[in-house]
């Protein structure tokens, strides 16, 4: 508990709920609520930083607009809220890619874990092991992501772009840079799917804080027109630790990490291929992904 919980919680609420209804009246193509993402709230309890559920408002209040929404959570932790939220809806269909529930909490989002009743097989989770780098993340969104979304033809997205699966955050164990959230960006902006982006976790303040400015600059169309890196230094850009904008530095891949992330995500990749496809027409059989799903069109505007 802290002073202003309640004010803190639903001004997030208010913020979610107002992205969802501009995007149902079509006033605009991308909504950006950073102040959200408390995707761990309960209907009954609180829980992991998180008291009330501004994505799951957000996601219930386009549904009932009429939307088939996706929920995609790429925030490092699992989107356990949401997924209880909608486990036997299928109006909105949850998509959680995180870090596995055997080294993170809340210790759950599992590949068997893919909805019951009404909702079963519209309820997705993709484990990551420890030390998953952008390379390897990025295949397994092309391979798992990109199928479900072509195949479930959402009205509307909501995005999770927690920024703690970035190496160094002091609570989880991934190794992604912010070119990983610049590129899961890029390839939804491409569908042309009104898309409402909100913030999550991140709890390394300054590789957050660049990752969520790069994400502003992607949503806008900009990112190759400004640096907005000139003038900032201090906590934007952690004064003399990153001086080079606001993309991250490459990091280097060990083999050790290779062979430790590659069988693992693979099995995953290949367990939500096998439960998840066959309820939405995809084939489920070894390598059945196949090439990402194409990606039409120019980038959705702000």
Known sequence: MFKDLLPYAT???????????????GEVDVAFHLLGGF????????????????????????AEGGKRVLYLDVDAHHGDGVQAAFYRRRDVFTISLHESG????????????????????????????????????????DRVVLPLLAAYAP???????????????????????????????????????????????????ENTVRGWALAWQVCAGEQNEHDLSLGMGGVMLGSTEWAGGLRDHD???????????????????????????????????AGASGPAASEPGPAATL
Request: glycine fraction near 10%.
């Open 155 to 205: 009205d509307v997205i909501v995005l999770e772009l927690g920024m703690d699966a970035l190496a160094g955050d002091p609570l989880t164990h991934l190794s992604l840079t912010n070119h990983a959230h610049e590129a899961v960006l890029e390839r939804l902006l491409r569908r042309n799917i009104p898309l409402l982006v909100a913030g999550g976790g991140g709890y390394h303040v």
């Open 251 to 285: 990091r280097p891949v060990t083999p050790e990490q290779r062979r430790t992330v590659e069988p693992a995500l693979r099995a995953s990749v290949d367990a939500v291929i096998r439960n998840v496809f066959p309820h939405h027409g995809l084939p489920s059989g």
């Open 39 to 62: 995707h761990h709230a309960m209907a009954e309890r609180a829980a992991g930083f998180c008291y009330l559920n501004d994505v799951a408002l957000a996601c219930l209040r386009l």
């Open 102 to 141: 055997h080294t993170l909490f809340p210790w759950g989002g599992f590949e068997d874990e893919i909805g019951e009743g009404d909702g079963l097989g519209f309820n997705a989770n993709l484990s990551l092991p420890a030390g998953t780098y952008n390379e390897a993340f990025l295949d397994a969104f």
């Open 11 to 25: 001004w997030a609420c208010g913020a979610a709920l107002t992205a969802a209804e501009r995007l149902l009246a």
